[in-house]
């Protein structure tokens, strides 16, 4: 009787030691995690009305030839890919993009220059390809594409908010007709148009030289003739096919909700409880606009990123970004930006719509307290060259002065924004770090080049294809 006793108190000390020390909590993080997951509805996957492409799909293909293709710029250097590389992450490691006018045009990542010593024009930094097809509503830091309602989707071609006719079937195809017209991103000073629609129907006619053979197999019309295939939309129905089949999320935390307990690290749980946790209740509070599977409300705020760079002719200085307000032209709406997507965000840096952070550390704390984290922001931390910080600290000022919408946590704790980034490295699927896992989304070099301008992308560091 006695052991028996003994016994059951051993084991109740030891139920009690379990849940209060160390390592030894897990169960009851586990189960705390648990009741979050519940609450957000989370299943570990986005959901798309649309269906996603296939990678090996014809048309994904051609369109994977296009996205390659530097014929698609004004001066044949640039190609989507030059911005929007799967190896670095489906962007560029650039905190400002360089398109036309490029030193080395195959040149990626920080040695991608501008000629001479130009600041870099591009006045954001491109976001991720990667999960483009579970956008639902916005695309662009600033919104500038919309679907309106079930009738349509709005363009800069047409004034804010009415439907574009011509912007296609998604969100990604309307985004695609744009690059090609950004005189920094493709379009150059080369291509003379009033129009949009003027200078992507001349692209169109480019392509008529080389094409034809690729398009008659993207669309499955082995007569249909250059009149008929080559169009601009077209072209931009296969890129957005392209694009829209990288998809990217079985990520360790995709694991752990579908019930593998081990698939995160004691920190990266710590991380996910704040993370999902309100700060009334002591946590950071991430979740309520960084929510659902895909990590973002579709909403924009102004969270005073720094405001680095060229910027869109705003401000006193005429180098501030205004964000949403250029679309909406409400006064309400300046200095919003878009809530990113965080699925792979530890491949997509730098971060914020300029990429003034260059680790997701800096940008963590920026998150945790905005306004002390800008005041305090320190250049330095950029690789890249060339970038305008003249009027930095005046243009960051009047964001924080127009109203953040990020209430500060008082309390900083270095350990909170480990957590904090443990839990979004945990978003990472390993696919986007493996060469042999993306080489599906990468032209061969032996694949067949229809005209020869096919982007083989090159590390500036070691001069090997990327
Ligand atoms: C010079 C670099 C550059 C080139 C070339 C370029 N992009 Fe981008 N891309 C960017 C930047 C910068 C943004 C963000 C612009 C903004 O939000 O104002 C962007 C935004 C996007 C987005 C929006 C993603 C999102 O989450 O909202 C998509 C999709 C995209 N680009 C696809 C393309 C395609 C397709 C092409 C080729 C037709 C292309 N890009 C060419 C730099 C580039
Ligand atoms: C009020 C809404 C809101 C809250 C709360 C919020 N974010 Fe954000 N987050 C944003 C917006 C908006 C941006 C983009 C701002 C910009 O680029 O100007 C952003 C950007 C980011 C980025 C950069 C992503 C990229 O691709 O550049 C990270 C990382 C991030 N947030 C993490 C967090 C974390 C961690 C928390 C909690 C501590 C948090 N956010 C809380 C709205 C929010």
């Given amino acids: 009787m006695k052991t028996v006793l003994q016994i059951w108190i051993f084991l109740l000390l030891s139920t009690i030691n379990l849940s209060s020390y160390g390592e030894q909590a897990l169960p009851i993080i586990d189960s705390q995690l648990t009741t979050l997951i519940k609450s957000h509805n989370l299943t570990g996957i986005p959901t798309s009305n649309k269906n996603i492409p ?82 639902k509503r916005v695309l662009f830091h600033d919104m500038r594409i919309e679907k309106v309602s079930e009738l349509g989707i709005t363009t800069p071609d047409v004034p804010y908010p009415t439907i574009d006719p011509l912007a296609g079937d998604t969100l990604v195809q309307a985004q695609a007709r744009f690059p090609i017209t950004s005189s920094d991103e ?42 008929d295939l080559i169009t601009e939309q077209n072209f931009s129905e296969a890129i957005a096919e392209y694009e829209r089949s990288q998809v990217f999320i079985n990520t360790p935390w995709k694991n752990y909700i579908e019930g593998n307990k081990d698939a995160l690290s004691t920190s990266a749980k710590k991380g996910a409880l704040l993370f999902y946790t309100s700060q009334k209740k002591g946590g950071a ?89 800008a005041k305090a922001y320190d250049p330095s931390q950029l690789q890249q060259k060339n970038i305008a910080l003249k ?32 839990f979004m490295k945990a978003l990472t699927d390993p696919c986007v770090k493996d060469r042999a896992c993306l080489s599906k989304w990468i032209p061969n070099e032996n694949d067949n080049d229809p005209d020869g301008r096919t982007l083989h992308a090159l590390n500036g560091k070691t001069g090997e294809r990327l």
């Fill in 54 to 135: 296939n990678i090996n799909s014809p048309k994904a293909q051609l369109g994977m030839k296009l996205f390659y293709s530097k014929t698609l710029s004004g001066d044949n250097t640039t190609a989507c890919a030059s911005c929007h590389h799967p190896m670095l992450g489906g962007g560029d490691n650039l905190s400002l993009s360089v398109g036309v006018d490029s030193k080395n045009p195959d040149i990626m990542g920080i040695h991608r220059e501008l000629k001479g010593s130009d600041q870099a024009r591009v006045p954001r930094n491109a976001p991720t390809t990667f999960n483009v097809a579970f956008w």
């Fill in 186 to 227: 493709m379009r150059g000073k080369y291509m003379n148009a009033s129009f949009n629609q003027t200078m992507r129907r001349a692209l169109a006619k480019r392509l008529e030289k080389n094409w034809l053979e690729e398009f008659r197999k993207g669309f499955d019309y082995a007569d249909g003739s250059a009149e």
């Fill in 391 to 422: 009027d930095l600290k005046q243009n960051t000022q009047e964001a924080i002065d127009t109203g953040i919408h990020i209430t500060p946590k008082p309390v900083i704790n270095e350990s909170d924004v480990t957590h904090l980034v443990n």
């Fill in 285 to 373: 509070g991430c979740a309520q606009c960084h929510s659902g599977d895909f990590f973002t409300d579709e909403m924009a705020y102004n969270t005073a990123m720094p405001q680095i760079g060229a910027g869109k002719d705003n401000g006193v200085t005429g180098s501030n970004d205004y964000g949403c307000n250029l679309v909406t032209k409400k006064e309400d709406d300046k200095f919003r930006f878009r809530t990113p997507s965080l699925i792979n965000v530890e491949v997509t840096g730098p971060w914020g719509h300029a990429g003034a952070y260059t680790s997701l550390e800096a940008v963590t704390r920026h998150m945790l307290s905005p306004i002390k984290s």
